[in-house]
């Protein structure tokens, strides 16, 4: 059974403090594959609102495309329903450096469920979509048919990596994601444990996600990962 609490007191692993205020969802992203792709700038650049500068790593910029199982996703005080609150995610996320604080900005952001996909996108103001997915112990497949964007991979989970590298870290200790909206710029403060990464061997591999100029079918991924998951505490969405 998690403890809150212990969520809360484990911070040695943040890069900034934690927000103030109470938190205001609760949620676990499970079993999640992490491709992260090396990008040119000038090909992301367009694709991120002009206010949110692109955090770089020894100078280069990543994408990555993140497909997950949300699971007993639910506001402070109340239960989680499964029918909304279980559902599997993908994200094609980039990494902003606003103001010191480290987070994601989502390119695309897809749920498995229409129902889900609604409720998430009227709570969050995240442009969910609806995608049809199937998962199996070691295959992720979703489809986004309006869209043309497809995610087909098998894969075999291997050992804990006990040695992350700074960029093991960068790619995936992020605490907040920023959002861009009709009524401006907003960012939500996250927290959870470190992510505890294993390694992933790939066996198939179909990434058909084309946004803008940037087609991630040409493309190979250039560090991948893959995690259990972790248990996210959020709060209120702040302007910018």
């Known amino acids: 059974m998690y403890s809150i609490s212990n969520i809360i007191k484990d911070i040695s692993h943040r ?3 934690l927000p103030s205020g109470r ?18 700038l000038e090909r992301l650049r367009p694709l991120v609102p002009a206010k949110l500068p692109i955090d770089l790593f020894d100078g280069d910029c990543y994408v990555s495309v993140v497909p997950f199982t949300m699971q007993k996703i639910r506001p402070r005080f109340f239960p989680a329903l499964n029918p909304i609150s279980d559902f599997h995610e993908i994200n094609v996320r980039t990494y902003i450096n606003h103001d010191g604080k480290q987070g994601v900005y ?28 199937k998962r199996t112990v070691n295959a992720y497949y979703s489809v986004n048919s309006p869209k043309d964007f497809s995610l087909d991979v098998v894969f075999r989970t291997g050992a804990e990596i006990r040695d992350k590298t700074p960029l093991d870290r960068w790619l995936t200790e992020r605490y907040c994601l920023f959002l861009q909206s009709n009524n401006g710029t907003f960012r939500y403060d996250i ?9 992933i061997e790939i066996n198939k591999l179909i990434c058909n996600y084309q946004l803008g100029n940037l087609n991630l079918s040409e493309l190979s991924p250039d560090k991948i990962h893959y995690s259990d998951g972790v248990k996210v505490l959020a709060w209120k969405k702040v302007k910018l």
């Open 15 to 17: 890069p900034y403090q």
């Open 23 to 40: 938190w205001r969802y609760y949620q676990e992203w499970n079993h999640a594959i992490f491709l992260h792709y090396k990008i040119p």
């Open 106 to 133: 989502f390119l695309n952001i897809e749920a498995g469920k229409t129902v889900s996909a609604f409720v998430a996108r009227a709570l969050s103001g995240l442009p969910y979509e609806k995608s049809t997915t």
């Open 191 to 199: 927290h959870h444990k470190e992510w505890q990464l294993r390694s």
